[in-house]
């Protein structure tokens, strides 16, 4: 079977992430990465065993790749997508689609017009016991949804000195934790609930207002520790911290807390979905377990064991029980499926993984988000 080529948009964090995915997909070569300046772009490729280019432009030039993965910062997503689909690349795209509903949208009419695959990695879906959480939903199990509680905590940006392009609006967007970690846990309610969320009260809070910004080069989560004279003092205008109400579309609610500066949270998901028949809790620090919660019988603990999941759940699964599985294997689930589709040449009608306009629904909730917070007033979805 011929290889599928793929190149890699980005270098930092999720890029190499990227790579050891895929390079764990039968008949998928990564064959080029891009970063710029050259010089950086070499020496990271040399690391990983493939070409680097200096612009991405000339590696999307290259005949041979038939894929291209963006995972570069959020700023260059929309330019970037764009011209992989107008030279007949099939694309995943790291969240967010754009910094813009308008580019969004763009580029969910170009992908539909050219009919190639595209992606967004939404990744956190495909834990397999968030799987499970959604079949018993979707059975009966769970009944009515009544209520959702979800939050999202990280501390790599808990330090005044703690610094990433992500903290500059012309790179990130208007908004960062919301955006950067909250569209995760947004997308994975509305994944697991089968829920549309139609209105939002949302409260950001700035806690550094001014932070230490590094004169040197660090990448994400490096945790690099620099001199005083090695920092430049700047002001900040995106969130450190949200709390959000939520109304859906079934008449009940929901609330969720975002947080990068939750010391000891290194990068903890938590969701907890209150049902009829019962409530379910999933939290991303113990990804193999799933707790089911009952009023008149005793609550239950799920392992993570593909001969007790639902098929569904178990197809997410590549090993048995007692055998755990993470954070890597979520993207090469959802690599699978993406790689599946593009053997074919062609988006299919009803994709099973995130597409472009889960991307955009996600952007939408995102800037409802946001100005909620400026008017401090609830906003229809």
């Known amino acids: 079977m011929k290889n599928i080529k793929v190149g890699i948009a980005g270098t930092g964090f999720i890029g190499p992430a990227h790579i050891e995915a895929l390079r764990r997909i039968p008949n998928v070569e990564v064959v080029a990465l891009s970063h710029f300046p ?57 969240k967010p689609l754009a910094t813009s509903i308008r580019d969004a949208e763009e580029l969910v009419a170009l992908a539909a017009q050219t009919g190639l695959v595209n992606a967004v990695h939404f990744n956190l879906r495909y834990y397999p016991l968030v ?33 990433n392009w992500r903290l500059e609006p012309d790179k990130s967007g208007d908004s960062r934790a919301i955006a950067d970690i909250g569209s995760h846990l947004m997308d994975l309610i509305e994944h697991v609930t089968g829920l549309k969320t139609v209105a939002v009260m949302a409260d950001f809070n700035t806690i550094h207002k001014t932070r230490k910004k590094p004169l040197k080069v660090i990448e994400t989560y490096s945790g690099m520790l620099l001199t005083p004279e090695d920092y430049a003092e700047v002001p900040i205008n995106t969130e450190d911290h949200a709390n959000v109400l939520l109304k859906f579309d079934n008449g009940n609610r929901g609330v969720i807390t975002v947080s990068q500066m939750s010391a000891g949270r290194k990068n903890r998901l938590n969701v907890e979905i209150a049902g009829s028949n019962g409530t379910l809790e999933w939290c991303s620090e113990k990804p193999n377990e799933l707790w089911f919660g009952k009023r008149d019988a005793p609550n239950q603990v799920l392992l993570r064991d593909p001969s007790l999941a639902h098929p569904e759940a178990a197809r997410l699964m590549s090993f048995p029980g007692g055998h755990n599985e993470g954070f890597p294997d979520t993207s090469k689930q959802l690599f699978k499926e993406v790689y599946a589709a593009i053997r074919t040449g062609k988006q299919p009608d009803a994709p099973t993984y995130p597409t472009f306009a889960d991307g955009l629904r996600e952007l939408i909730i995102c800037e409802r988000m946001l100005e909620s917070s400026r008017q401090e007033a609830w906003v229809s979805v």
């Open 38 to 94: 050259v010089e950086e772009a070499e020496a990271k490729a040399a690391s990983l065993g493939v070409a680097g280019f200096g612009s991405f432009e000339d590696m999307l030039n290259n005949p041979d790749i038939d894929v291209i993965h963006v995972c570069t910062p959020n700023n260059l997503h929309f330019g970037q997508a764009k011209a992989a689909l107008l030279a007949g690349k099939h694309v995943v795209c790291e």
């Open 131 to 163: 799987r499970q959480m959604k079949a018993l939903r979707e059975n009966g199990q769970l009944g009515e949804v009544y209520s959702v509680m979800g939050s999202y905590l990280q501390d790599w940006l808990f330090y005044q000195t703690d610094y």
